[in-house]
């Protein structure tokens, strides 16, 4: 009996803990309830571990039609995805992953509405694509072994993100001797494929 009575109580204090390790979105761009001027370029989501992106679509209230957008096929915490071209308006982001620690299936809505003094289509780049988009912002990580460095950087008007912390891809390891955690840093970020990759640091 106080066995039966033990194992019951350990299960009570481990169900907590094993709910809480699914994936669920800490930081998303535009962020839910904004209010945005200029159509986003891209819509970034962070997420408390890694996870499948399995569908991601957006709506505007008064069309009834939503439009679905190509999904980035490799997990990860972070996603940057290029935003289609919008009209002023009401919008619904509707998106579901799927943890890759365990397998749960999570989805979510996202709510922004882009005014109307907003352009159709994403904003004029600060810096030529070409070239990449420069920031500001202050190391927080760097993982050598994954080729990744975590920037908090202030808002990037090129990409229409806001300031937030994400993690980035590195191009090149000789990058590293300049992203010690704690340094503030300018850094350049260009795009390949499905990622933004820091190409410079200065």
Do not use: C
């Not at 993100?161 to 980035?168: E, I, K, R, S, V």
């Amino acid at each position: 009996m106080k066995h039966s009575i033990h194992t019951v109580l350990l299960a009570g204090i481990l169900a907590p803990s094993l709910g809480s390790a699914h994936a669920l979105l800490q930081q998303a761009s535009p962020s839910d309830g904004s209010v945005v001027q200029a159509p986003p370029q891209s819509f970034v989501f962070t997420f408390s571990e890694n996870a499948r992106l399995t569908a991601l679509s957006i709506q505007r209230q008064d069309t009834g039609t939503p439009q679905h957008i190509a999904l980035p096929g490799a997990s990860s915490r972070h996603f940057v995805i290029t935003a289609p071209r919008l009209a002023p308006g009401d919008y619904t982001i509707r998106y579901r992953i799927v943890s890759t620690d365990d397998g749960h299936i999570t989805g979510g809505a996202i709510h922004f509405t882009l005014t109307a003094g907003g352009a159709v289509g994403p904003p004029a780049p600060s810096v030529a694509a070409a070239d990449g988009y420069s920031a500001v912002g202050t190391v927080q990580g760097v993982d050598e072994t994954a080729g990744r460095v975590t920037i908090s950087h202030e808002p990037i008007a090129g990409l229409g993100w806001p300031a937030m912390t994400m993690t980035f891809a590195v191009k090149d390891r000789t990058l590293y001797d300049k992203l010690a955690a704690g340094r503030r840093v300018r850094f350049t970020l260009a795009k390949q494929g499905a990622l933004y990759v820091v190409t410079s640091v200065r």
